[in-house]
């Protein structure tokens, strides 16, 4: 089988599934389809194993999970009667958003209310409309069409969130503030998991502990602005901590997060571009958190010979990631 420039890099369950849409020459001379009949439970798992733990979907028709409702009646019958296959939607507003729309709100109601994970993108200056719209029933999260700017694109997508939306990555918009945060919905927030997000400051961090009472990994990228707001925070269920600034080694700017939180079941750190270390802070955080660190992670940040050997003593897993 001929196969097109546009095919090139397709994952080989797709191609195989092109395959399967040619029809086969029989020994009378006729057509027929190479579609074998399987049982819609073996679909079902096999369709299920199509989805990827690391990347949400870009909605394609040529790539799973679209392709699976254009092979035949069975396959999309058995596509649809699965809310768990459309649950990691990948939204790109970019110029050509309005022309996906309808893939966008098709995509959120086959999921029926299961749990979310998605993946927004912003790769326009253009005038575009916002990612959706949600009601009380997470089953109603759909696509919406006002139109805004590229920054109120972000404020509405994010102040209000489908409450089904478990994971969340939203790094590759524009950075959030704690300003922009304070016009945000408690609701959909409060369910989220797993977050990768980008900050101007590091107070919008305690300002996404205090929204997101569930998280269990956090991924913070950006601008590490010194915290202003020395409030307390205890989060007791974050697991995970990422933290890439934009500091040089050798920046001594002291950026007092680690003063204002405790995290008694962290069990992994990993900070990158946060300047010199705040050893005294650091120790302070641990003593009092009481937490178990298992991995603890640098990249780009300033540590003597001795805080390394203390950390290598007292971590399991302690690693210098080289750029």
Not at 38 to 51: D, K, Q, V
Not at 58 to 63: A, S, W
Not at 76 to 97: H, K, N, S, Y
Not at 209 to 238: A, W, Y
Request: positive net charge; proline residues 7%.
């Amino acid at each position: 089988m001929q196969t097109s420039n546009s095919n090139v890099g397709s994952p080989p369950i797709s191609a195989s599934i092109l395959e399967l849409q040619q029809p086969s020459n029989t020994s009378s001379g006729g057509s027929s389809s190479r579609i074998p009949r399987l049982p819609a439970e073996i679909l079902s798992e096999i369709f299920l194993h199509s989805l990827s733990d690391d990347l949400p979907f870009f909605p394609t028709q040529r790539l799973a999970p679209l392709i699976f409702t254009r092979i035949c009646r069975q396959w999309r019958e058995v596509a649809l009667g699965l809310p768990w296959l459309w649950t990691q939607p990948r939204l790109i507003a970019d110029d050509g958003f309005r022309e996906r729309a309808s893939a966008y709100d098709l995509w959120l109601k086959r999921s029926r209310g299961c749990p979310l994970s998605l993946k927004l993108e912003c790769y326009t200056d253009l005038k575009a409309p916002s990612f959706w719209k949600t009601s009380t029933d997470s089953r109603s999260s759909s696509y919406t069409s006002t139109v805004d700017g590229p920054e109120q694109i972000t404020d509405r997508s994010i102040s209000k969130l489908p409450v089904n939306l478990r994971k969340m990555d939203i790094s590759d918009l524009q950075w959030i503030s704690c300003r922009r945060l304070d016009f945000v919905a408690d609701s959909g927030w409060a369910h989220l998991t797993h977050l990768e997000i980008n900050v101007h400051g590091l107070d919008a961090f305690p300002r996404i502990l205090r929204l997101c009472p569930d998280l269990s990994f956090l991924m913070l990228h950006g601008i590490f602005h010194p915290i202003k707001n020395q409030e307390p925070v205890t989060h007791t269920n974050l697991q995970r901590l990422h933290m890439c600034g934009d500091m040089y080694p050798t920046s001594s700017r002291n950026l007092g997060i680690f003063k204002v939180l405790t995290l008694p079941n962290l069990r992994g750190l990993q900070a990158a571009h946060m300047g010199r270390w705040p050893q005294e802070e650091f120790q302070a955080f641990l003593t009092r958190s009481k937490c178990s660190l298992e991995r603890l992670a640098f990249c780009g940040v300033s540590l003597t010979v001795q805080q390394r050997e203390e950390y290598a003593a007292l971590v399991p897993c302690f690693e210098i990631i080289k750029i």
